[in-house]
């Protein structure tokens, strides 16, 4: 059965500072590995990285993918409020997506 | 492009009561996707289509959960009788697979389902 451990479950930060989030997989036959921002509504997509494109970047956020050690790591630097929201990690195995329980970030002002 | 739409937006209902919820996926997408989310579970894959055709209906949790797509436009998520524990916020998405396996889903606003 696929999985995807997300660490840590949740973290609690200050304006400007840096977190890292985690994501580690099994999955029977990968594609791709995609972070979505959830806030209080639908998830929406942030990145997707593959087998060609194990480094993404868009602004403050930035995100790597290791195939040999079957884990991601997402960046977020400079943070602020807006960032409050649940980031979750998911693994494309054949057009399906095998979600992690997600890290929930709060970023106080 | 309008996004994945979806309705109701919310639903409340009694217990043993049938509820359909509805998805409209992004025009040219060839794959859509059901989910539940609750917070003891996560969010888990119920079923998903291609070109209208059921492909992988594992997640469907027991038989009164039931899924149609009867056009490339429309696709119904049904739960006869209903049951509290069917409360849950239940996304729609689609995607396009294209020649490229790699694809990223894009997801509806979803139906919040209360069933008292």
């Known amino acids: 059965e696929d999985k995807v451990v997300q660490s840590p479950l949740s973290l609690v930060v200050h304006e400007g500072d840096t977190v890292t989030l985690n994501c580690s997989y099994e999955?029977?036959?990968?594609?791709?590995l995609l972070w979505y921002k959830q806030e209080k509504k639908a998830p929406t997509f942030l990145f997707m990285l593959?087998?060609?494109?194990i480094e993404k970047k868009s602004g403050r956020l930035s995100s790597i993918l290791d195939k040999k050690e079957l884990s991601s790591i997402l960046n977020i630097t400079a943070t602020q409020t807006g960032d409050s929201a649940i980031y979750l990690c998911?693994?494309?195995?054949?057009?399906?997506?095998?979600f992690g329980a997600g890290t929930t970030v709060t970023v106080r002002a | 492009d309008a996004g994945v739409i979806q309705s109701p937006r919310h639903e409340v209902t009694e217990m043993g009561q049938e509820v359909t919820l509805r998805c409209k996926p992004i025009?040219?997408?060839?794959?859509l996707f059901w989910y539940r989310q609750t917070m003891m579970r996560g969010l888990e894959l119920l079923i998903y289509?291609?070109?209208?055709?059921?492909?992988?209906d594992s997640g469907m949790p027991e038989d009164r959960f039931s899924a149609k797509m009867p056009n490339a436009s429309f696709s119904t998520l049904k739960i006869q009788p209903s049951e509290p524990r069917d409360s849950a916020v239940y996304f729609c998405?689609?995607?396009?697979?294209?020649?490229?396996?790699?694809?990223?889903?894009?997801f509806g606003p979803g139906t919040r389902l209360t069933v008292l």
């Open positions: 998405a689609s995607s396009f697979g294209g020649e490229s396996s790699y694809n990223e889903q894009f």
């Open positions: 999955v029977t036959n990968f594609r791709s």
């Open positions: 593959t087998s060609s494109g």
């Open positions: 998911a693994v494309n195995d054949d057009y399906k997506l095998s």
């Open positions: 025009s040219g997408h060839d794959y």
């Open positions: 289509f291609n070109n209208n055709v059921p492909i992988d």
